[in-house]
């Protein structure tokens, strides 16, 4: 069974511009999260879809947004990126919701110039 | 004070000792505790998982919990070069809607051969 698959893996972007990054879910997975790992602040969390809906989010700017499609996969955008963006992306699925089993896939490594 | 604390290591045993990994929290209503193992250019992976106080044991690894001491504990024996990677404590207050996972900044954890 595959994994959970983060494209692409390595990104560098400059300040102002936008990224989208992508996420492929566990197959019968239909929950989707995304966190932002950084060395100073650890994982922090984004925001949660199911089912195409967002039932869940952190405390970020209105610069993060998320979506999710009918096929369970998704994306993250961040608009006008700041040097702070700076941070491994990471996508984690898991079957009904149960954030508390979360399968996470490798990432994407963000770097903004 | 953040929600979960954990010690900031990095950490660095001989191969064969006992390690203690601790996390403590200030959020009474987290009931569902987890301790994830992410090695280098990798996601997270759930190593494991209990509900409420208590301990539970899974091969080298014990984790417990002790919700009065908002005090969490993974306790790895004979340790092997092969556990060196960072540790993330997580947990959660509820399961399903509206959960999300808060969670530890890791230590990371170096077993000499």
């Known amino acids: 069974k595959a994994g959970v698959t983060q494209t692409p893996r390595y990104l560098i972007k400059t300040r102002g511009q936008q990224v989208t990054l992508s996420c492929s879910p566990i197959?019968?997975?239909?929950?989707v999260s995304w966190y932002q790992q950084t060395p100073g602040q650890g994982l922090q969390f984004l925001f949660e879809?199911?089912?195409?809906?967002?039932?869940n989010k952190g405390n970020f700017p209105g610069r993060f947004s998320g979506r999710q499609f009918s096929n369970s996969r998704s994306e993250m955008n961040v608009s006008t990126l700041e040097l702070g963006d700076s941070a491994l992306y990471l996508c984690?699925?898991?079957?009904?919701?149960?954030?508390?089993?979360?399968?996470f896939g490798s990432g994407t490594q963000l770097s903004v110039l | 004070q953040k929600e979960v604390e954990q010690d900031p290591g990095p950490l660095s045993v001989p191969e064969g000792a006992i390690v203690s990994l601790n996390c403590t929290y200030s959020n009474s209503a987290f009931q569902y505790f987890m301790w994830y193992r992410q090695y280098s250019r990798k996601g997270p992976e759930l190593l494991m998982y209990t509900y409420s106080s208590g301990n539970k044991e899974d091969g080298r690894f014990t984790a417990q919990v002790d919700k009065s001491s908002k005090y969490i504990s993974l306790f790895i024996r004979d340790s092997q070069p092969s556990d060196s990677a960072t540790y993330l404590c997580a947990m959660s207050a509820h399961t399903g809607a509206n959960s999300k996972l808060t969670f530890g900044k890791g230590i990371t954890l170096s077993v000499r051969p």
């Open positions: 879809y199911f089912s195409e809906t967002q039932r």
């Open positions: 197959s019968g997975h239909r929950s």
């Open positions: 984690a699925s898991s079957r009904d919701g149960a954030n508390e089993k979360l399968f």
